[in-house]
T-cell receptor
Framework: GQNIDQPTEMTATEGAIVQINCTYQ??????LFWYQQHAGEAPTFLSY????GLEEKGRFSSFLSRSKGYSYLLLKELQMKDSASYLC??????????FGKGTTLSVSS | GAVVSQHPSWVICKSGTSVKIECRSL??????MFWYRQFPKQSLMLMAT?????????EQGVEKDKFLINHASLTLSTLTVTSAHPEDSSFYIC????????????????FGPGTRLLVL
């Protein structure tokens, strides 16, 4: 079957670093996506990994290990506006992305 | 860019009426559009996949006669909730996948801002 796991909730303080993990078991794999979703809004695209390794984009980085079925999203220098849900999703050629249930991150001052 | 719009952003209707939601890709052509529903504090639930010029593919448990999808062009898909009832109140979000472009971009789904439906 298709399974994507990520923690339900995480908390952190401003200025800190937080790592959101995601493990997946899917029948196909055509890339790992991370989306950010603020409450009451639609998801926005953050990152895409298809090869093993770390992709850095400003304060956000995403890592992938295909052999382990594992990814993480690293957020540095946390800001209050980073409080949101972070969705891990697996792409499979020709079909819709398979989303995890999301990790709600709360950043406090 | 890859901008997707939805209209309306908010709709309140009486039970038994039908509601049409439009999803447009503004600056790209979309091979495929997807419709999701999201209840408060829950994850996205895929309702159907829509390809231009062909019938939509519905996920298990989604009534195709109740949620009518039309994908008339490479930039427009519509979702009509027929005979809406209070339990259909939800946040409906569409996403679009770009035609052409680099391989990673062909997999990326770009989301519209969502339509909040309240059925009284």
């Amino acid at each position: 079957g298709q399974n994507i796991d990520q923690p339900t909730e995480m908390t952190a303080t401003e200025g800190a670093i937080v790592q959101i993990n995601c493990t997946y078991q899917t029948s196909g794999f055509n890339g790992l996506f991370w989306y950010q979703q603020h409450a009451g809004e639609a998801p926005t695209f953050l990152s895409y990994n298809v090869l093993d390794g770390l992709e850095e984009k400003g304060r956000f980085s995403s890592f992938l290990s295909r052999s382990k079925g594992y990814s993480y999203l690293l957020l540095k220098e946390l800001q209050m506006k980073d409080s949101a849900s972070y969705l891990c999703a697996v792409g499979q050629a020709g079909t819709a992305l398979i989303f995890g249930k999301g990790t709600t991150l709360s950043v406090s001052s | 860019g890859a901008v997707v719009s939805q209209h309306p952003s908010w709709v309140i209707c009486k039970s038994g009426t039908s509601v049409k939601i439009e999803c447009r890709s503004l600056d790209f052509q979309a091979t495929t559009m997807f419709w999701y529903r999201q209840f408060p504090k829950q994850s996205l639930m895929l309702m159907a996949t829509s390809n231009e010029g062909s019938k939509a593919t519905y996920e298990q448990g989604v009534e195709k006669d109740k949620f009518l999808i039309n994908h008339a062009s490479l930039t427009l898909s519509t979702l009509t909730v027929t005979s809406a009832h209070p339990e259909d109140s939800s946040f409906y979000i569409c996403s679009a996948r770009r035609a052409g472009g680099q391989s990673w971009d062909q997999e990326t789904q770009y989301f519209g801002p969502g339509t909040r439906l309240l059925v009284l």
